[in-house]
């Protein structure tokens, strides 16, 4: 029997054929040795003459011989299978390995390529007041804070920056990019004065 699809990839629907191909053969073998059986328990090896060197009377000869020689086809035949379907089963597990280190990779290339397209923050938001004018804007708790008004991770040096921009900016809505969850996020906000302390919350 023939690979398989020839140069397709094998399929699980190919390795079923070739399975039940194996069934048939040892289902064929099995019936060849219960005809033996029948012949006196005649197996492969014994003598199919007498003492004297005579064909045995007692035995139909032809059917003997024929089951011996379609054993020896059928075991052959059995073994051919039985390595078809390892190569096979191998081959499907070698594809199914191989896609998944290419899912795995393209995933790695597109979060790699993801985090590069990024800004690098310099700040990050570690509370929010609840109805503070940080909180009104939609800034949350984890924000990475890449840019705020002018202030930005080649310029930033301490939080004083974002304090000075916060109080030439008050009443002004301010421009700040925030990196949530692996995304760019704009967020407009307005510094001003609020019950709680300072400009921002």
């Not at 053969?25 to 003459?49: D, F, N, R, S, T």
Request: charged letters at 25%; proline letters at 4%.
């Amino acid at each position: 029997m023939a690979e398989p699809g020839g140069g397709r990839p094998v399929t699980v629907s190919d390795v079923q054929q070739l399975v039940r191909r194996k069934d048939e053969i040892e289902a064929q073998i099995k019936a060849c040795y219960e005809l033996l059986e029948g012949q006196k328990g005649v197996g492969m090896h014994e003598p199919l003459v007498d003492a004297e060197g005579f064909p045995r009377a007692d035995i139909d000869l032809y059917q003997v011989r024929t089951a011996r020689h379609n054993i020896i086809c059928l075991q052959n035949d059995h073994k051919a299978v039985m390595k078809q379907v390892e190569e096979a089963l191998h081959k499907l597990h070698a594809r199914e390995k191989e896609k998944h280190a290419r899912d795995e990779a393209e995933a790695l290339a597109e979060a790699m390529s993801q985090k590069q397209n990024l800004p690098q923050a310099f700040a990050k938001v570690n509370a929010v007041t609840p109805g503070s004018p940080a909180s009104v804007s939609g800034l949350q708790v984890d924000d990475e804070i890449v840019e705020f008004g002018s202030v930005n991770a080649n310029n930033f040096q301490n939080l004083q920056n974002i304090a000075t921009v916060v109080q030439h900016s008050e009443g002004r809505p301010l421009s700040v990019t925030v990196i949530r969850g692996g995304r760019r996020v704009h967020v407009g906000l307005t510094p001003k004065r609020w019950s709680g302390k300072g400009l921002l919350g």
